[in-house]
């Protein structure tokens, strides 16, 4: 049975418009299947166990956007039941990171015809995420970008990425960067004036952000990005960077590599995984080596 999660309000209502194409496709090819509506936050991760335990499962697809992904990873590892995409939210970050075309029918001639493909998975103390992890300045932005009107508006022009540039320039003039401390496999390093930390599995986060250009979600390590020691003018004029991952030429911005990441502060920073708010440090963060199977 290729079973398929629907979030119909991801990317403002066009995932529902996305399924019912989808679903004339299933339709025409005789393709079985069966499928299921997210009504609330979290919905997804039950949805899946639900399945798991009634179905017999070949595939479990999202036909929605990273939250709703984010969601049906921490209800499918430990199973060896694929997951499949058709991008259909705001940002599509984990998509893009895989290749994954944001083209509906590209997408479901993928799922239903190659083989999967075994990715690695991030783990922030008990709950899995595929993309990318941001403590401190990224952690705020998200939580404000979760929480605003605009993305509702800019998600109606798919251009998901404008909600997260205004939410950052609204964080930007409050933020303080701070001093902090980080364990990456075992060894300690002190870093001054933090920005933010950015803990990747994929290159993408925030609507097509490249923060870690080089990282893969098949090499058991974390490209880890810290952004250190500038003033909130240089922040701003480095910022727009991101978007060709030309940040990372800035002496203020360091790229590191490990597996298991500890990071503490003197005061809490708010942690995001995938988009999703995440709680706050002191964190512990490791990457769990091909947990996932992706069509």
């Known amino acids: 049975m290729n079973c398929f999660i629907v979030n119909k309000i991801s990317g403002n209502g066009r995932a529902l418009r996305v399924w019912n194409q989808i679903e004339k496709?299933?339709?025409?090819?005789?393709?079985?299947?069966?499928v299921r509506f997210t009504q609330k936050p979290k919905h997804a991760t039950?949805?899946?166990?639900?399945?798991i335990s009634k179905?017999?499962?070949?595939v479990i697809v999202v036909v929605g956007g990273d939250g709703t992904i984010h969601e049906v990873i921490n209800g499918l590892i430990g199973n060896n039941i694929p997951l499949g995409i058709i991008p259909a939210g705001s940002g599509n970050d984990f998509s893009r990171g895989l290749g994954i075309s944001l083209n509906p029918d590209k997408a479901l001639d993928r799922i239903l015809n190659d083989e999967p493909q075994m990715i690695d998975i991030g783990?922030?103390?008990s709950t899995y995420f595929g993309t990318v992890t941001g403590i401190g300045f990224d952690g705020k932005v998200a939580h404000v970008v979760n929480n605003s009107i605009q993305k509702k508006i800019f998600n109606l022009v798919r251009m998901g990425h404008l909600s997260y540039i205004i939410s950052a320039m609204k964080v930007l003039f409050q933020y303080s960067p701070t001093d902090l401390s980080?364990?990456?496999?075992?060894?300690?390093y002190n870093f001054q004036k933090v920005w933010l930390i950015a803990v990747a599995n994929l290159p993408f986060y925030g609507g097509g952000m490249i923060i870690c250009p080089k990282a893969k979600s098949n090499d058991g390590l974390f490209d880890i990005c810290i952004v250190q020691g500038m003033t909130k003018f240089e922040f701003l004029?480095?910022?727009?960077?991101?978007?060709?991952?030309?940040?990372?030429?800035?002496?203020?911005?360091?790229i590191m590599k490990g597996k298991e990441i500890e990071?503490?502060?003197?005061?809490?920073?708010?942690?995001?995984?995938?988009g999703e708010m995440m709680g706050q440090t002191p964190v512990r963060i490791r990457i769990e080596p091909c947990a996932l199977h992706v069509k």
């Open 25 to 34: 496709r299933l339709q025409e090819k005789n393709v079985n299947y069966c």
């Open 46 to 51: 039950s949805i899946v166990q639900e399945l």
């Open 55 to 58: 179905e017999k499962v070949n």
């Open 123 to 125: 783990l922030i103390d």
């Open 182 to 188: 980080i364990v990456i496999d075992n060894k300690l």
């Open 237 to 254: 004029r480095i910022f727009p960077l991101v978007f060709k991952g030309m940040h990372i030429s800035s002496p203020s911005v360091k």
């Open 263 to 274: 990071i503490h502060s003197p005061t809490p920073l708010m942690i995001h995984g995938d």
